[in-house]
């Protein structure tokens, strides 16, 4: 990251601590609690808490793997076509209890007084984003699996000042936070303008009675007609490519220019 700072990688386990996920339970006594997966993760690193499964799960396990605030969820088996596997979320909520698939693990942060969880969660957000997991990953039928021993290797954190770590997390939340606002308001503006087109399509601009058609309700002065009926349609095609041939750029005898000719 350019800093010379000493670089304390993420399988220190003096500094770190990372759990396991869990799934349903099947050995009472069983409690119900929040298990976050793959799909609550989102862009941005935040975790998506409107569509988290609430499971029963064993009492024992949750203890073990209960979140907390500041832990960093890591998604270690998913991914996609188009879509590396290694994204990661920031855990903060108060509620609970919460824990995580067996899909991904959880880093804790032990020794708070060395680095900062959000610093530790943006590096690591910084990591996958810029490619660098890519290479540690095993592809079987469909999946993606991190190699978790190597992502622990290359993860890295350089051990400047916490008050150095805390002001560089808060000015990336900002820049987050901002860019989080930008994308809700491009999905109200997209909503907006399927919710003004069913509505121009389907009562107009004078308020006037509706009408049934085969293609739904329309204002009753409206005619429906086919599109062939109106207008002419045209497939497109694939312009054919002819070589590029040139004379030598300039004539000796006459001193001018010829021209290109195909």
Request: aromatic content about 10%; glycine content about 8%.
């Amino acid at each position: 990251m350019g800093w010379d700072a000493e670089q304390i990688c993420l399988d220190d386990e003096r500094r770190f601590e990372t759990l396991n996920g869990l799934w349903t339970g099947k050995k009472p006594p069983l409690v119900t609690a929040g298990v976050i997966r793959n799909t609550n993760f989102t862009e941005s690193g935040c975790v998506d808490y409107s569509d988290v499964a609430w499971l029963q799960v064993e009492n024992k396990q949750l203890a073990k793997r209960q979140l907390k605030p500041g832990d960093i969820i890591v998604e270690r088996s998913g991914g996609g076509p188009k879509q590396p596997v290694g994204r990661v979320v920031y855990f903060d909520s108060e509620d609970g209890p919460f824990s995580f698939s067996n899909f991904t693990s959880a880093i804790r942060v032990c020794d708070r007084e060395v680095f900062d969880p959000k610093f530790v969660f943006y590096c690591l957000l910084e990591l996958y984003q810029s490619g660098r997991t890519e290479d540690i990953q095993r592809r079987t039928t469909g999946i993606r699996n991190l190699d978790f021993a190597a992502y622990k290797e290359r993860a890295a954190f350089p051990q400047i000042p916490i008050p150095e770590q805390c002001k560089i997390a808060a000015v990336l939340g900002m820049a987050q936070r901002a860019i989080e606002q930008q994308e809700r308001m491009f999905q109200l503006t997209t909503e907006l303008k399927k919710t003004l087109l069913h509505q121009l399509f389907t009562h107009g601009l004078r308020g006037e009675p509706q009408k049934q058609t085969d293609f739904g309700p329309v204002p009753a002065s409206w005619e429906v007609g086919i599109i062939g009926d109106i207008a002419k349609t045209q497939s497109g095609g694939t312009p054919m490519v002819r070589e590029l041939r040139s004379r030598p750029a300039w004539s000796s005898s006459a001193g001018a220019p010829h021209e290109f000719t195909r």
